[in-house]
């Protein structure tokens, strides 16, 4: 078993798309990235906790490579908008991958580079690549919230 963590936006739709990967074991939402211990969901949307709305995904990887967590992560965001997906503003909702080892690192900064000269994006790629930190999991109705309330997920 190993573990991933991403910030794409708001959690609940990241959430759902990496939900839909064969070989996840589990997923949860949180927060992460920031100074603030133990923080809330009111905190974090103040935007003065340094936290980001993040995904932590405990994955097989005989069954489901790192790197295909990663071609998902790119799918389902804009990895050129600072601060901001879609209508959500704030620096609790920027593109980052939190890595939780070497070889992670390595891979999502080959995967970015590869993706930024591919030609798919006119603007930089803005995605924080940093150390994973602690991971504050989120109050209980965030977590797989797009399935408690009867949304779909993004198609990946």
Not at 24 to 37: A, I
Not at 85 to 113: C, L, M, V, W
Request: charged content about 30%.
């Amino acid at each position: 078993m190993e573990k991933a963590t991403f910030a794409a936006g708001c959690f609940w739709g990241v959430e759902a798309a990496f939900r839909q990967i064969e070989g996840l074991l589990s997923t949860r939402v949180g927060y992460t990235g920031g100074t603030w211990e133990n923080p809330t969901y009111k905190d974090v949307c103040t935007g003065k906790t340094g936290h980001a709305e993040a995904v932590e995904v405990t994955f097989e990887p005989s069954i489901v490579s790192y790197e295909k967590l990663l071609d998902v992560f790119w799918k389902i965001h804009d990895p050129t908008t600072l601060n901001r997906q879609g209508p959500d503003i704030g620096t609790q909702y920027r593109s980052a991958i939190f890595y939780h080892n070497e070889e992670q690192k390595k891979k999502a900064i080959e995967s970015r580079d590869k993706l930024q000269q591919s030609g798919k994006y006119k603007k930089d790629i803005v995605t924080d690549i940093v150390p994973a930190s602690e991971f504050y999991e989120a109050e209980e109705y965030h977590q797989r919230y797009f399935e408690k309330h009867g949304y779909s997920a993004c198609r990946i």
